[in-house]
Structure formats: structure tokens, C-alpha cells
């Protein structure tokens, strides 16, 4: 069967390798897996619901959810009739919910829970062309999405005529990006663009059949998405988590042998192992911190013999237990969205778990290149090398342009925003710093993050933030002074490791609140920031810094849903903290 649009994925694997459990996640508090026949079945009758509601070709239909088996299903009954799914992350506010639906011009819009709906009607108020409402809960009051199926049985032969007229070239998708700035984009992505993504990522992960996957970064960005038609494609079991309550417990209990993570997610379960760590006591805490060093100390090639003995002592006594936490069957974790610590990419790989760094953006469905442990595929501080029939161009200015058939079609609606970064060669000029090197990618920085002292230097604050984080003091850092004499950085203390500080060194802990204020505690981080600025150009050391009281989330402003720094609202928020680093 030849796969050209992406609900032919799963009809491929329900003709040549159908799966007892295609897609799973828990559904009134029970855990429920689809068979793959069972899925497309559901999807169909989604779908001849969703004509007989009125539904035509083209349609936008909107969805806001966590992962889990309705959002997939609801995608395949989109998918199918020809119509655009408009996917919205949770995590945006009532708003951000009614600019998008209005924008796109919605005509139904799918919620998962209480929480959602709520955010959902207040948007609806805002936009007349919602005409319908569907929870995947059940909720008193609202209309749950099941009462669709077995709706419009009459019109199959309606549905088989959809389905011939989609083609490779049509608009499958407008995904809003999340922006640090200004107000989201609507991204169009073709069946070509996310399906050639696909078939080219593939050889960079380690998927079989019957392999199992669990789901948990946002399906309604591109990257997870994409990751889930290429396990649907492989032939996987993919299990969904709605939310990263109880995370590990739920990894350890799917035993997948693949998933995907930010560098956030990465950097807590590395913290909390640390915790465990730091807890031991006697010859077991000796051996957990034998066993850190040697990690940090991991390289690709040139290990010697004594070294590899070492580590595989090290991976036996201390890192198996690492392997287990996750599962036990972890042959891949890809990394995408921010910048990894190359320290954490060491660690994780000397402990057996392949930890491989990616590059993609939503307008390059997503991914530009990765890394692969095999066929010499991986250095770290790289996103790996380009995948297959992708190109990748270093401009003058140093800027990274992409071009290949995951490129997108455009901004919708911005015709003057798609000639910013579409040439009239279809090159995408993705607004990040980069170089080439033996054929490995490496992003330096933002080419918008980049920000130029009073003295007239430019200085990249991502790769300075990274080696800040690698600190087992910091948390959180965000390198500042565009305009100003000197950067200086706004840090969010890692307040666990600080609380067991204070009580080593006998100094009274009463909160993040007070203890940021403690001259000890600033002088003490002072002393891990000077440790980078020993690496760093001098007009590029940080030369003050503001400790921060509270974390930055998503639900304070201070992070996207994809977790990035919006840079804005950060130094908006913390004005009185700048100041004070200025005055």
C-alpha cells in the first residue's frame, strides 16, 4: 500500500501489521487501548458524525486536550474528511483560545476537561462561527463527543468521496505557534510536508513493531505529533499521558522503548535523581557520585579501556537502577524543543539510556536534523546531521536556512510575514545562529534573542544560560542587558539543593522568599556564576545578579507552552529586580 496522506498510516498498519493496542490512555480513570481496526472504525464513525453536524472539506475544527486517544482519533476523522484541525495547547488562556478560533475561523471545537471548557465557552462568547462544543469528559451540562458517533451511518459513500479528493498537497494542519512575541501564528502544514518528516525521521530512532512508545510533550505541537504518525507508522503501541502528574511513575509503568522530552522535563529527573543521590550515605553515596563523575566525563570516541571497565562497573552498580526508573526498555530519548546541557547528554548516554538531541521548528514539520548513536551518528553539543531530503544552509550573517518538503506552506493569513522568512527559493530562514561542522549541526543562538551591550558587543544569552543551569544551584537563569553596560542574569535558585545547603552550612532556612535575599546565599551562586564567566569573553560575563523568589512557568507568562523564555514578560515581570542590578 503507498502511504501519500497521513491517514493512510494507520490504514497501512491495520493491512499489514495490525496492532492489538494501536493507540491507549486512560478514559474515565480506566486505562483503554484501540486496536488498530477499532481505531480507524472509531475515527470513520467520528467522522460521518462530524458531515452530518455539517462538516465540509476545508472546515476548521479546533481542539484543546491533553495527550490522549480522543485527540488522535478526532485528528484521523479530520484527516479523513478533508478537513483542517486546529490544534491549541491547554496551557493558553481564554483569550489566546478566542483569537485563534476566530482566526481560523472555526466551526466546532473540541475540550477535554472542566478546566477547558470553561476557557472554551468564555471563547466562544467572543466567536460566532463556533456553532458546537464536545468534551472528551463526561460533564453534566456539555455535550461529550461519543453522542457524534453512529450519527450520519447514511453517509459512507460521502466519506469514501472526502477521502479520494484529499491529496499529498492539501492543507492538513494550521498549528498556532506559542511565540515569545507578539500574537500566535497560524502555521499551514500539507500531508507532504508532516508525512515526508515522517518517512525521513524514522531511520534516526530505534522503531520496530510491536515496539511500545508513551506520549506526554503536547500533541497539539508538531513534534509529538509528528512522532506519533511515525510510531503509528512503524507499527508501535503508542500510550498517552495527559499530564506530567506522576511522570515517572507512569514511564516505569509503560516500559516504552522510545519517547521524546524538553531539556525542562530532562533537567527535573535528573534533579530528582540527584535528590536520591544525595540521600545515600557511606560506600552507596561514594559509588552514586563515582559513577557521576565518570558520566560527566563520557565521550563519543578516544574512551580508553580502564575507562569503559569503569563505566560498565558503573552502569551494573548504579546506572541500571536509572534504566529501571524509566522503564528498563529505554533505547531512545529524544530531545527537541530548547537547548540540552551537553553535561546532561553525557551523563545520560555513559548511564545506557541514548539520549539524542534533535533541531526542528513547528514551520519545518519540525525536524531539521538529529542526532543517532548509531552509524557514528552522535556528538554532543550538536543537534546531529540533517535527515534525509532536507537541506540545511549557513547565511553570511550566520543564520540557519532550511529548505526540503517538510518546509511549510505558509503563514495563514500573513502573506507579508511568509515573504519575511520564505525566499522566492523556498529557503526558510529560521531566525537561529548556527554553523556546520563535519557535517554535524550546531545552534549557537536565537538570532532574535541576541541582544548588543551599550558598548556595542552582541551577546548570545542561550549558551550562556545552558552552562549557568548546569549548576547544581540554579535552577533557572535568563541573561539580560541588551542597552545596558553589562549582561547581568535574573536567577531562579534549584531551592531543594539550596534548603540541604542551608542546613549543611547551618544557615536558617525560612523559605524561597527570604532565603533569595540572604547575602550568603548570593555570594554563593555568584561564585557558579564566575565559574562560567571564566569561559566567557569579558564583555559577555555576567557581572551581577538577582535571585529570583518563584519559579517561571507557563501559567505565570514567563514560558511558552513549549517552555521557552518569553524574554518580554520576564524582564516586564522582574523590572524592579533589572533596575536594581542597573542602579
Known amino acids: 500500500m503507498h502511504v501519500t496522506r497521513l491517514f493512510d498510516i494507520a490504514d497501512l498498519q491495520l493491512a499489514e501489521f495490525p496492532q492489538d493496542t494501536c493507540v491507549a490512555s486512560l478514559e474515565e480513570g480506566k486505562l483503554r487501548s484501540y486496536s488498530t481496526k477499532e481505531f480507524i472504525a472509531t475515527a470513520e464513525s467520528l467522522a460521518l458524525g ?48 478566542a483569537y485563534i478560533l476566530g482566526h481560523s475561523e472555526s466551526k466546532v471545537f473540541f475540550v477535554s476537561n472542566t478546566d477547558l471548557l470553561a476557557k472554551a465557552r468564555a471563547a466562544q462568547a467572543k466567536v ?22 453512529g450519527r450520519g451511518a447514511e453517509r459512507s459513500a460521502e466519506l469514501e468521496r472526502c477521502k479520494a479528493a484529499v491529496k499529498n498537497s492539501d492543507l492538513a494542519t494550521i498549528i498556532y505557534t506559542s511565540g515569545t512575541t507578539g500574537k500566535p501564528k497560524g502555521v499551514m502544514l500539507s500531508h ?13 530512532l ?13 500533541l497539539c505541537h508538531i513534534y509529538e505529533r509528528m512522532l506519533m504518525y511515525l510510531y503509528q507508522r512503524a507499527g508501535m503501541q503508542v500510550r498517552f499521558q495527559e499530564t506530567l502528574e506522576d511522570l515517572g511513575a507512569r514511564i516505569k509503568e509503560a516500559q516504552p522503548d522510545v519517547f521524546t522530552a524538553v531539556p525542562r522535563l530532562l533537567e527535573k529527573i535528573y534533579d530528582a535523581i540527584m535528590t536520591k543521590g544525595e540521600a545515600l550515605t557511606g560506600v552507596k553515596r561514594k559509588l552514586f557520585f563515582w559513577s557521576l563523575d565518570l558520566g560527566e566525563r563520557y565521550e563519543v570516541h578516544g574512551r580508553s579501556t580502564w575507562y569503559d571497565l569503569q563505566l560498565a562497573i558503573a552502569r551494573k552498580l548504579v546506572f541500571s537502577k536509572w534504566r529501571e526508573a524509566l522503564g528498563g526498555r529505554v ?10 546541557q551537553p553535561r546532561l547528554a553525557r551523563i545520560f548516554n555513559a548511564a545506557g539510556i541514548p539520549l539524542m538531541e534533535g533541531y526542528g521548528l513547528t514551520e519545518t514539520s519540525p525536524v531539521v ?47 507579508e510575514l511568509t515573504r519575511e522568512v520564505l525566499d522566492a527559493d523556498g529557503w526558510f530562514h529560521t531566525g537561529d545562529i548556527g554553523e556546520l561542522r563535519e557535517g554535524f549541526l550546531y545552534i549557537t543562538d536565537r538570532k532574535k ?18 552552562q549557568l543551569k548546569a549548576s547544581r544551584f540554579i535552577e533557572q537563569a535568563v541573561v539580560i542587558g541588551e542597552n545596558r553596560k553589562f549582561p547581568a542574569a535574573l536567577v531562579v535558585p534549584s531551592f531543594n539543593f ?3 545547603y542551608c542546613a549543611l552550612k547551618g544557615i536558617p532556612y525560612d523559605g524561597p522568599a527570604q532565603i533569595v535575599k540572604d547575602q550568603r546565599i548570593v555570594d554563593r551562586i555568584m561564585v557558579e556564576v564566575e565559574k562560567v564567566n571564566v569561559g566567557l569573553g569579558h564583555w559577555e560575563q555576567v557581572k551581577k545578579i538577582e535571585l529570583l523568589p518563584t519559579e517561571l512557568t507557563i501559567d505565570g507568562g514567563e514560558l511558552t507552552p513549549s517552555l521557552k523564555l518569553r524574554r518580554k514578560p520576564i524582564l516586564a515581570k522582574y523590572a524592579a529586580q533589572v533596575e536594581r542590578i542597573y542602579a
Open 331 to 340: 533505547k531512545c530519548v529524544a530531545s527537541g524543543s530548547a537547548a540540552l
Open 128 to 149: 460566532p462561527s463556533i456553532g458546537h462544543l464536545f468534551t472528551f469528559d463526561r460533564i453534566a451540562g456539555a455535550t461529550h463527543w461519543k453522542e457524534l458517533l
Open 498 to 500: 539550596i534548603k540541604d
Open 206 to 218: 530505534p522503531v520496530e513493531r510491536g515496539a511500545r512508545a508513551i506520549s506526554f510533550l503536547p
Open 369 to 415: 536534523s538529529v542526532n543517532d548513536a548509531r552509524n557514528d551518528g552522535l556528538r554532543f553539543g550538536s543537534v546531529g546531521r540533517p535527515i534525509k531530503d532536507v537541506q540545511v544552509r549557513i547565511a553570511e550573517d550566520g543564520e540557519i536556512l532550511i529548505n526540503g518538503p517538510n518546509v511549510m506552506l505558509g503563514y495563514y493569513k500573513e502573506p
Open 50 to 97: 462530524l458531515l452530518d453536524l455539517g462538516i465540509q472539506p476545508g472546515d476548521k475544527v479546533a481542539l484543546a486536550s491533553g495527550n490522549r486517544a480522543e485527540w488522535a482519533i478526532l485528528d484521523q476523522a479530520l484527516l479523513r474528511i478533508g478537513a483542517i484541525g486546529i490544534p491549541i495547547y491547554p496551557t493558553m488562556t481564554a483569550d489566546d483560545y
Open 192 to 204: 507532504e510536508n508532516i508525512l515526508s518528516n515522517v518517512e525521513c525521521s524514522a531511520p534516526r
Open 449 to 466: 534573542e541576541m541582544f548588543k551591550t551599550s558598548g556595542g558587543k552582541y551577546v548570545a544569552p542561550q549558551p550562556i544560560e545552558n
